[in-house]
Every structure is written in structure tokens, then in C-alpha cells.
């Protein structure tokens, strides 16, 4: 017994047509619903005028190079942040930021626990963290970002 041919219809070619489209459609909404849900906010309020500041953040960077600090940043088991610092009997402060603005900022100070070795008041909650340091000592000034998971 001899099998006809199909043939080739508009309707295939609608078919296939309106599945491909659907296809981009659905990964374009999914790509989207992703990047809102996950972008934490504004970089910079204006990036014009963050522009011009641009050079004196770079002498910024530069004058804390030549004070010739170097730390480390930790949490303990009960996630106190723990900053190890080659500097003794600097006032230090920071701010925890969650990257995504999912949650409240924490201040935090950090008192010498040991000479070189700065602990924080308070724990920080479970997560990944992004800490803001103001370290000042003998009228040298350092402003640090580090991440703590």
C-alpha cells in the first residue's frame, strides 16, 4: 500500500510562525522579570556630575595608597565583622549594605578588641554584605569598601 505525501500548508507554516515568536516572547518577559526583580537601584543620583568628580575620587585613591594601610575583613561564627588592621588605636565605623537594597542598612562601630584586630558592635544578618569602612588615625583618613559573606 502506497503512503500519500503530507503537504506543506499555510497552517504548518502558521504553526511553526506563532510557536517561534512565542518562544522569544516568553524568554524576553522571563529575561525582563528577571533584570527588574533583581537590580538594587541607582548607581549614581547623576552621572554627569559624577563624571566630574571622577578625578578627585582618584586623588582620593591615590592619598590612601601612600598611607600604606593594609586590613583584612572577616566575620566571626557569630558574624561580627572582624577587620584586622596593620594601624593601632584608629577610630573606625562602617555601614552594612545588603548589594541588592533587599535590606535595611547597619551601622556599625568597631572598637580595638587587640591591638590591630577591630570587631564590630553588632552582627550581621545572614547573607552577603557589602561594608562601608571610615577608618581615621593620626589625622590620616581611609574609606574602604569591602564584601563579607
Known amino acids: 500500500m502506497k503512503q500519500q505525501a503530507r503537504s ?8 511553526i510562525l506563532v510557536s517561534f515568536f512565542a518562544v522569544v516572547i516568553a524568554v524576553n518577559v522571563l529575561m525582563a522579570t528577571f533584570a527588574v526583580r533583581s537590580f538594587g537601584g541607582t548607581v549614581v543620583e547623576n552621572s554627569y556630575v559624577a ?18 594601610w593594609r586590613d583584612e575583613v572577616t566575620l566571626d561564627t557569630a558574624r561580627h565583622v572582624r577587620m584586622t588592621l596593620n594601624v593601632h588605636g584608629a577610630r573606625m565605623s562602617a555601614v552594612a549594605q545588603h548589594p541588592l537594597g533587599r535590606s535595611p542598612d547597619i551601622a556599625l562601630h568597631l572598637h580595638e578588641a587587640e591591638p590591630g584586630l577591630y570587631v564590630s558592635d553588632r552582627a550581621l544578618p545572614a547573607g552577603r554584605w557589602q561594608v ?16 563579607v559573606d
Open 8 to 15: 506543506f500548508t499555510g497552517w504548518h507554516m502558521t504553526a
Open 132 to 147: 562601608r569602612f571610615d577608618i581615621r588615625h593620626d589625622g590620616g583618613e581611609e574609606h574602604l569598601l569591602r564584601e
Open 51 to 68: 563624571s566630574q568628580k571622577f578625578n578627585g575620587w582618584l586623588a582620593q585613591a591615590r592619598a590612601q595608597e601612600k598611607l600604606g
